[in-house]
C-alpha cells in the first residue's frame, strides 16, 4: 500500500511581533497510529526551534537554512510511528523572541515506522526570476518506494509561494502575508535515481529570494501474502 497525506495543520504571524513559542491548532481529527509526522517552521532567526507536539512524538530536526538578505529561516523536522489521538503541535525559540513566525504540520500514513528518512537537502536560491524552478541539491534514495517531500518559502518582495513542481502533489499552500508564502508537495517514486524537491516560481513579480527544503522517505513494507499450494505455505510479496 503507497503512503498516505491524511491532514495537516498551520499557524503564523507576519506581524512582527516576537514569539518564544508558538502552537499550531488541533488536527481536525485523531492521529492514526503509527503514522509519520512532517513539519516546517520559519522565522527571523537563524536556529531551528524545538518541535514538540501532545502526543509526545520526537521530533528530529533535519535541516536548517537562513537567507540572511532578508534574515528569514526555514527549518526541517520528522517525527515517526506516532501513537494515536488529538494532537496540536508546538515550536518554541528557545532564549530568542522570534518575529514573523510560522508553524506547519502534515500527517503520513504509510510510512516506515522506523526512521524513514533516506536522504535530505536544504538551499538558499537567491534572485530567481519568474517562472522558474527552485529545487534543492540531488538527493539520493536508498531504496524504493519512497515519498520525495518539499517545502519551499518565498521570503522577500511577496510575491508568493512559487506552483508545485512536475510530477508532485501540492499540499496546499501556508503562512500568511497578505498571500501564502509557502509551499508543501510531495511526490511517490519507485526509483533510486537522485531526486529533487522542485517547485515553480509564479509568473510575475520579479525576482524574488526562496528557501527549500527536502526529504525523501522510506515507504512502509507491505508484509507478504501466504498462500497453500498440496499443503506447503508459498509466501509472495506484494509490491
Not at 172 to 199: C, H, M, Q, Y
Request: proline share 4%; aromatic share 8%.
Amino acid at each position: 500500500m503507497a503512503y498516505a497525506f491524511i491532514q495537516t495543520v498551520a499557524i503564523s504571524d507576519f506581524s512582527g511581533a516576537a514569539y518564544g513559542t508558538i502552537s499550531t491548532p488541533g488536527f481536525s481529527s485523531n492521529i492514526q497510529t503509527a503514522s509519520s509526522i512532517v513539519a516546517a517552521a520559519t522565522s527571523s532567526t537563524n536556529e531551528a526551534p524545538t518541535v514538540t507536539d501532545t502526543l509526545l512524538n520526537t521530533f528530529a530536526n533535519v535541516d536548517l537554512i537562513f537567507d540572511g538578505i532578508d534574515n528569514q529561516s526555514l527549518s526541517s523536522f520528522l517525527a515517526f510511528n506516532s501513537g494515536t489521538g488529538p494532537d496540536t503541535v508546538a515550536a518554541s525559540f528557545g532564549s530568542n523572541s522570534a518575529a514573523f513566525v510560522g508553524l506547519y504540520a502534515a500527517e503520513y500514513s504509510g510510512l516506515a515506522t522506523t526512521n524513514p528518512l533516506q536522504d535530505h537537502k536544504a538551499n538558499t536560491r537567491l534572485t530567481v526570476g519568474d517562472s522558474s524552478t527552485v529545487e534543492t541539491d540531488a538527493m539520493t534514495p536508498t531504496s524504493q518506494p519512497a515519498c520525495v517531500w518539499g517545502v519551499c518559502m518565498e521570503d522577500s518582495v511577496g510575491t508568493g509561494a512559487p506552483a508545485a513542481g512536475a510530477g508532485f502533489i501540492s499540499r496546499g499552500t501556508t503562512w500568511n502575508l497578505g498571500l501564502d508564502l509557502a509551499r508543501v508537495e510531495d511526490e511517490r517514486i519507485t526509483s533510486t535515481a537522485t531526486a529533487k524537491a522542485s517547485f515553480t516560481t509564479v509568473a510575475s513579480g520579479g525576482p524574488s529570494n526562496y528557501l527549500v527544503a527536502g526529504m525523501v522517505l522510506t515507504e512502509a513494507a507491505v508484509a507478504a501474502a501466504t498462500l497453500w499450494h498440496n499443503h506447503c505455505a508459498i509466501s509472495i510479496a506484494r509490491p
